[in-house]
């Protein structure tokens, strides 16, 4: 701790005159944008030091140090510099933090209070103190309440946490701790300095330090700032509020007489006031983000449009004020240019679209990204002739050539038109109609009364597909996969059934390859992978789940933008562990590399399994085994219904259990119907199993571990 000898002070404002010349370093060598701010800090400091050298010149030769004296000036003269240096560095880019600047006056508020308590307050009523030497001792609690204002605001923004502006902020209190501590005391006791002089020491190294970090060079952009209160600010802003009640207090209990009650009371009532433009701040902030998160909620990021949400919100308004029209458009092409170019140039393709689509919209039309490469257009009222044109105009300009990814590129649009009626059945229309369209070769069609009829088998299912979706039609089935050769359950396979109120029972060799076609898949998928998820949650409560769940998923799942991100979050919303979900995908789904190839390595990287399933049937199975980190093979049926067969009927079966133990893998013998075969696949090898002899796919409520068993 220095003392009061001649070698401390000169120790002290060497190590001032230190940090000053570092500051011109770290300026000079970090170049940063905002040069002057530092600059004027750099010159603030030096003033300061000046003042220190002064007072220490001035003591030294008269023997005692006369009060003002030069000193004071200069002292008085360096808080401006710092203020204003501290204020611009605090601020930063972008608009004014309102609650930031509050939370900077409350503080500055209770420090005020503490200062006119036991410096301002006594020294106004020491009449017999030379006027100046009152107006002096009254400055500098005054430039200290004016420096915490910047130093608080340069504290609390949360975007300033960069080492060099923290090391800024932290040097500025631990001088005004000091200040506080030395004014306050000097006021009622004599006191040499000597702790305060250390605290000073500490704040020259901060600021050098801070100009010498290379974080220096660019100023925070306060524009991309998320401001709240935290524990820790609070905890802060509760403290200084209670400072008005704290003095009243302590004064109270040391001599009530001397209650300075007009600036307590005059305190008290400004720090509740900015207690209320405190909370009147977080209410708008609040106002300001609901907003915006609902207007993130109904639209769609990509393009810029409404999203499927918003779009069915609008509908369902216009279908109860009149009757309106829809248009639903679907690229044709769209599948091509995302395979061959990316996901990031089909992006660009979309949004691109959906900037033309946006400049056809007659006034009062709504348009909107319904999902994929689907969008849809809604008029609020019935209007033939303008639909038709309309359909034109949107055909003609999503046939230009569009610039995307350094590409010209080259899509179509198929519309279906469509009106009245609730607004399920209008969508359904619309998309009864679109695919018609698509069909007679890409245009536009409108739907009329003969149009189900007319349609092909696959336009209609694809439109009842999105029915189906919408209205709950589908469920989940599970079937057992066994360990031999004692059929114990160790994981099952969840299969997604449909059941339509007019048709009956749809097999999945019927609507699967729709919804692949029509990109349906895409949020079949997802709700397929959610429902076992949360089924499988359920069982793992009751103490019933097996030890894996596996999910089918489509190559254009695999492709979708997102998917592994999606996987993550309804495992981490259900509660699943990752290394319960098996991925079962074809080989016909990740041969093409690229994208799918990604997705299936990232799903890994999660720590979810890969199975591949149909082995043996695909382009290059073995090749894949090479590229891809898969888990579980699981053999095709083909190769195992005729297992049991002598000859050449089994030798396909048997290499490939071979090929899966030498690489380490789990191999699944699918299609197992029969006794036979399930012990002459043990033997061969196998030690995994699923089949009909093992159990046939049921329903959730039906699949306990002792029923799958059975």
Known sequence: MPDDTLAARIYVN?????????????????????WRVWALFATGLAVFIAGDITYDVTELRLGEYPYPSWADVLYLCAYPLLFTALAKLGRGHGDRDWGGIIDAAVISTGIGLVY????IGPTLGDVAAPPLERLVTIAYPLSDVLLTTATARLLTRPENRTTSLRLMGVGAAIMLTGDLFYTTMSATAEYTGGLVESGFLVAYACWGAAA???????????????????KGRLAVLAMFTLIAPGLLFLQGFTDAAAIAWGPLGIGAVALFLLVVLRMWDLVQQLRTQATRLGDLAMHDTLTGLANRRAFEERLAAAVAAGAPSVLLLDLNGFKAVNDRFGHAVGDDLLAAVGRRIGAELPEGAV????????????????????????????????????????????????????????????????????YAAKADGGRHRRYDGDLDDRAGEEARLGAELRTALDAGEFHLVYQPIVELPYGNVVAVESLVRWWNPERGYVGPDVFIPVAERTGLIVELGEWILRTACRQYAQWWRQGVAPHRFGVNVSARQLAEPGFVDLVAAVLAETGVHPARLVVEVTETAVFGGGAAVRAVRELTELGVEIALDDFGTGHSSLGLLQTLPVRVLKVDKSFVENVTMAGRHAVIATSLIQVANGLGLV??????????????????????AQGYHFGRPAMAQLTTAEQVAA
């Not at 100023?219 to 935290?230: E, F, K, M, S, V």
């Not at 033997?683 to 995994?688: C, K």
């Open 14 to 34: 060497a190590v001032g005159l230190s940090s000053v010349a570092a500051m011109i370093i770290g300026i000079r060598r970090h170049r940063p944008e905002h």
């Open 116 to 119: 006119w308590v036991f410096v």
């Open 212 to 230: 010498l970090h290379p974080s220096m060079r660019q100023r925070p952009d306060t524009a991309l700032a998320a401001h709240r209160i935290g």
């Open 667 to 688: 191999a699944v013998a699918e299609g197992v119907e029969t006794a036979e075969q399930a012990a002459e696949l043990y033997r061969i090898g196998y030690r995994r």
């Open 367 to 434: 348009a909107a990204r319904m999902g994929g490469d689907e969008f849809a257009v809604l008029l609020p009222g019935p209007c033939p002739d303008h639909c038709e044109d309309l359909a034109v105009r949107l055909r003609a300009a999503i046939h230009r050539p569009i610039r995307a990814g350094g590409q010209d590129l080259l899509v179509g649009a198929s519309i279906g038109i469509a009106d009245g009626g609730d607004p399920v059945e209008i969508l359904r229309r619309a998309d009864v109609a679109m």
